[in-house]
């Protein structure tokens, strides 16, 4: 499995920034993608994900009603959206991937196989 991250940029604090992430490698429908990010001297955090045949999607708390999660299984991509951006999102952004049947979504252990990190700069 390989994922490909990219999207990350700098922006104002308010802007915008579409996070990608391609799936390749094996079959993209077995697996659930999760989203994490890690600013520096932190520990990397969960940030969002789907999951299930219903794509159930999660989110932490500091980032609901900003980001959302998507997939485009025609394309083997994820997206990450994310809105009305704070200097406290900064970070680097990772995507990872897990088995589709696991329910565990929110420890970066619950996860088998994770993309390079892209980067989100937030200045105010």
């Known amino acids: 499995v390989q994922l490909q991250a990219s999207g990350g940029g700098s922006v104002q604090a308010g802007g915008s920034l579409r996070l990608s992430c391609e799936f390749s490698g094996r079959t993209f429908s077995s697996y659930a993608m999760g989203w994490f990010r890690q600013a520096p001297g932190k520990e990397r955090e969960f940030v969002a994900t789907r999951v299930g045949s219903g794509g159930t999607t999660y989110y932490a708390d500091s980032v609901k009603g900003r980001f959302t999660i998507s997939r485009d299984n025609a394309r083997n991509t994820e997206y990450l959206q994310m809105n009305s951006l704070k200097p406290e999102d900064a970070a680097v952004y990772y995507c990872?991937?897990?088995?589709?049947?696991?329910?565990?979504?929110?420890?970066?252990?619950?996860?088998?196989?994770w993309g390079q990190g892209t980067e989100v700069t937030v200045s105010s």
């Open positions: 990872a991937v897990k088995n589709y049947y696991s329910s565990a979504y929110y420890y970066p252990s619950d996860y088998d196989y």
